[in-house]
């Protein structure tokens, strides 16, 4: 029989590799607070070509507009005077009780939408008027008529974030997001 192999020398500790230095890691961060997102919808209920057309225009101009803690918002200033050199066209609007054709008509709607997703915000209300008869896309004394030198929708973002406002006809309504900045 043959005899077994001699067995080797035990390594020495100069020939046992050094194991690396791990230093172990722990980050612990704080969750970061969801934003809030304010949505509040108006349907829009056999609105005509030349009705939402002005409606579409006014939630392309005020869409993406920061609203700063702090500041204060205007719809008239924002939207500007409304002509059909800027391209809005003659709908229905009330005045003095009766339903006529006037440039600009159905905008109502956006400032209307808007201020309730405001009022649901927090923001302080500092100007409204309600419409003279009750609109059909509003509970009655939710809605906020303007009109440019007279009427405006008035508020200021006291609620100590920023806010970025999205507007836009969307499914057959006008939708406002109040969407806040972390």
Do not use: W
């Amino acid at each position: 029989m043959p005899e077994p192999p001699p067995l080797a020398a035990p390594p020495s500790a100069a020939d046992i590799p050094t194991p690396a230095t791990v230093s172990p890691s722990l980050s612990v961060s704080t969750p970061r607070p969801s934003p809030r997102v304010i949505r509040f919808e108006t349907p829009l209920l056999n609105s005509s070509e030349a009705r939402t057309g002005n409606i579409r225009l006014v939630a392309q101009k005020l869409n993406g507009l920061i609203l700063p803690a702090g500041g204060d918002f205007s719809f008239n200033r924002e939207v500007g005077p409304r002509t059909m050199k800027k391209g809005y066209r003659k709908a229905t609007v009330y005045v003095n009780g009766e339903k006529v054709q006037e440039i600009g008509g159905g905008i109502c709607q956006v400032s209307t939408t808007l201020y309730n997703a405001a009022v649901s915000a927090g923001f302080e209300i500092t100007e409204r008027h309600e419409h003279q008869k009750q609109v059909p896309y509003a509970a009655e004394g939710k809605d906020a008529s303007v009109y440019y030198g007279k009427l405006d929708l008035k508020f200021s973002n006291n609620t100590g974030s920023d806010y970025t406002l999205f507007c836009a006809v969307q499914n057959k309504a006008v939708v406002v997001e109040l969407r806040e900045k972390l």
